[in-house]
């Protein structure tokens, strides 16, 4: 196989911005070759001039949405940026025995660890008032392993030990090092493909919206058009939950900062 050309690479830095709204640094030219060079191989394809001609003939939709997932970074893990969950926790103990459904989405959930650090408040929270949690991301492959719900015990390091003991089965055997998010939880949670960089499909209304450690891929125009979308699916009063490296500054104008990385969006 013959190494990409900074022509080849530009073209694939196009492509993942298309596709995903993602812009793709000069410098992730090894990472495009170490990822996509199995479906060069796949494919029986000499370089990756061949292969971005093959993903723009309109021909193969399922590749393209493989190349898609193989350029989106997803490293997550359970409770990441802990200040977000005690302040679900907080929202959720005063939302409890209410008869509305309280909602709550993870807007980039990768393999899923967001989505059921949510859930696993919330079922410790709210009681008696209906819940429920959705995860979407632009990638199949993690969405798959989102609903497999099973993890290695290092992505739980952060786990509290009683929700360790209450929504997870510990692995034997040959799975000793891994766990298994309990089933009960797992039916609470619904995970579905959404590409953010289009126009949404009707989700219905949230009470807090997590959009954590992707804006970072976006340009500013991006993050502007994204944002919009996503905020339209907040209720009035909501808050939306972004990164810790991230910021709003000069993306939306439409919310109320009310704690590091969290926001209101106006009664």
């Known amino acids: 196989m013959r190494p990409i050309t900074d022509t080849e690479l530009a073209q694939f830095q196009r492509f993942i911005f298309d596709e995903a709204g993602i812009t793709m640094s000069a410098a992730k030219k090894a ?17 990756f001039g061949e292969y971005f001609r093959l993903l723009t003939s309109g021909q193969h939709p399922a590749e393209v949405q493989m190349a898609v997932d193989l350029l989106t970074t997803n490293e997550t893990y359970f409770f990441r940026e802990i200040k ?34 949510i859930a696993m408040v919330l079922a410790d929270c709210v009681e008696s008032t209906p819940w429920e949690v959705l995860g979407t991301d632009i990638s199949t492959r993690v969405l798959e392993g989102a609903a497999r719900a099973l993890y290695t015990m290092e992505r739980a390091r952060h786990v509290p030990a009683a929700y360790l ?8 055997g040959a799975y000793a090092d891994q766990l298994l998010i309990e089933r009960s939880l797992r039916a609470r949670v619904n995970f579905r493909h959404m590409n953010l960089n289009v126009a949404l499909p009707d989700v219905g ?40 490296s991230e910021s709003l500054n ?11 990385s969290i926001y209101r969006k106006p009664p």
Request: a positive charge; one cysteine or more.
């Open 165 to 172: 003991r209450r929504f997870c089965l510990k692995g034997s």
């Open 250 to 260: 000069d993306v939306s104008q439409a919310l109320t900062p009310v704690a590091p």
């Open 205 to 244: 209304q949230f009470d807090i919206i997590f959009l954590r450690n992707v804006m970072i891929y976006f340009s500013t125009e991006t993050k502007r058009e994204v944002v919009a979308r996503v905020l339209s699916a907040l209720k009035p009063g909501g808050y939306f939950c972004i990164g810790h």
């Open 84 to 117: 977000h969950f005690e302040f679900l926790r907080t929202q959720a103990l005063a939302a409890r025995n209410r008869s509305q459904s309280y909602r709550v989405w993870s807007a980039a959930s990768s393999s899923g660890e967001e989505a059921y650090s």
């Open 31 to 47: 990472l495009v070759m170490g990822r996509l060079g199995k479906r060069l191989a796949a494919h029986e394809l000499e370089n």
